[in-house]
């Protein structure tokens, strides 16, 4: 490890070292706002003291302020610092650097945890020679730079952890008190050069109960056909956050509203309102991660389909390829991994089964296939089997040899809080990197998906 010395005097970047667009409001607010460290994720803190302590200008940065100003509990706390890519690698034994087109360092902790922290990047200017392949994603430059290319005025505020204080230069924090979702500059211009802001402004606005300001608004309805040019992957993950969020129904609902849901899924969009409730697992999912539940995305991507495919699943027979087919209409265009969707027809085509109880010795076998446990937790939430047969599944689970608490199939959110909830040996981990995050100001089509880390 390299040894620590005392920090030099660090300069704060609080002015733009690249253009200003003309239509971005630019003016520095710095309000005194101390934030406990007992409210800042221990790790993420960690990493922003020895970065300062090595002299590089850090903050923490985006959804991780937002959310505590709101008085919500950050999901992950994300770090921005002037510190190159490399400088930040060789100050951390756990970092690696991800990224082709934008690159990013994630500072890896106990239990996947990961810390994303990224380099200060500035809008590109004429002098900037962008011939070299991902240039225009690659200038870095300084705080007041970095902040302006972000999405949405509420995702770019700073925390100075040195001074206590709030680095705004946006206005965000006037939006976060008045509540609304504003884009920073021209909604015309911002939406369009990322599509994904589009899913990104609605699943913000109904999962923090913000107003989409009515310019940005009417940008998402104009330019929703340019979501059909976005990379799938980064649909699928906004798909997953928004299932993730406890406000899958909201969101769902809003992006019908705002014209999205037709592009996603357009078999969702094309139920007509009145008729079965396409949400009801949805609803059903959102309560139990209020409640403090984690699911596996597994079960979620179930609960999202299976009021569609109920009358496939609950008859008789070999109806296998039938849910196949339906599953396949349901999920396009979005392309879940063929992971997901083969686990889902598996746990489709076996519910019926499931759903008779653990009678027979061959009926038990089920239980070492990667997705009973999603299976079985997929009949509980849909109350698709009395409540004895769903304890008998789980006693007959606890009871398997060497199998793991809450097992279902091996995705990253399939930890703890399954209804499985036999003690058991943890399965080891599976070592997922994360997908890269989008550029704050990348163009769509220089953001998507980073292939390496799939
Ligand atoms: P969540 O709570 O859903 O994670 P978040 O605001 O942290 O919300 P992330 O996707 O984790 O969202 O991104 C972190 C930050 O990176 C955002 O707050 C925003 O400042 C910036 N960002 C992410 N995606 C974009 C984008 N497409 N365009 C511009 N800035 C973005
Ligand atoms: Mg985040």
Known sequence: MIPEHPSPAISPSFELSGPLPPDVHFSLQIR??????????????????????????????????????????????????????????????NCRLIGRRFRLAHLHFRDGKIIETATFRREPNETDDLTVAHAAENLFGAAADDAIRRDFTVNALMYDVTGQRILDWTGGLADIEDRVLRAIGDPHRRI??????????VKFAARLNLTIEPSLLEACRTHVALLDTCATARMVEEMFKILRSGFAVPCLEMLREVGVLSRMLPAFAAIPEGG?????????????IS???????????????????????????????????????????????????????????????????????????????????????????????????????KKAMRELPGRPAGAGTADRHSTATLP?????????????????RPAPGAPSDSAPTDTSDQ
């Not at 079965?276 to 139990?288: A, I, N, Q, S, W």
């Not at 008859?315 to 969707?341: C, S, W």
Request: positive net charge; hydrophobic residues 40%.
């Open 420 to 436: 499985v909830d036999a003690p058991g040996p943890a399965r080891p981990r599976r070592r997922r990197r994360r997908r890269r």
């Open 32 to 93: 005194s706002w101390p934030i406990a460290d007992a409210d800042l994720d221990p790790d993420a803190l960690k990493v922003v003291r020895r970065l300062l302590r090595f002299g590089h200008e850090t903050y923490f940065v985006g959804g991780c302020i937002r959310d505590l100003l709101l008085g919500r509990h950050p999901k992950d706390f994300d770090v921005a610092t002037a510190a190159r890519p490399q400088e930040v690698k060789k100050l951390f034994r």
């Open 192 to 201: 369009p050069e990322d599509p994904v802001r589009i899913i990104r402004a």
């Open 291 to 393: 409640d403090g539940r984690s699911l596996s995305d597994t079960l979620l991507l179930a609960a999202l389909f299976y009021p569609l495919c109920a009358d496939l699943v609950n008859v008789d027979g070999d109806v296998a390829k039938d849910i196949n087919e339906r599953l396949d209409q349901l999920a396009a265009p979005m392309q879940f991994t063929k992971r997901h969707m083969g686990t889902l027809k598996s746990i489709f085509a076996s519910l019926k089964r499931i759903a008779g109880g653990p009678r027979t010795k061959r009926m038990k076998k089920v239980l070492h296939r990667d997705y009973a446990g999603d299976a079985i937790a997929l009949l509980e939430l849909m109350d698709g089997a009395p409540a004895g047969v769903i304890a008998a599944w």
């Open 276 to 288: 079965p409730d396409p949400f009801e697992g949805l609803r059903r999912t959102d309560r139990l």
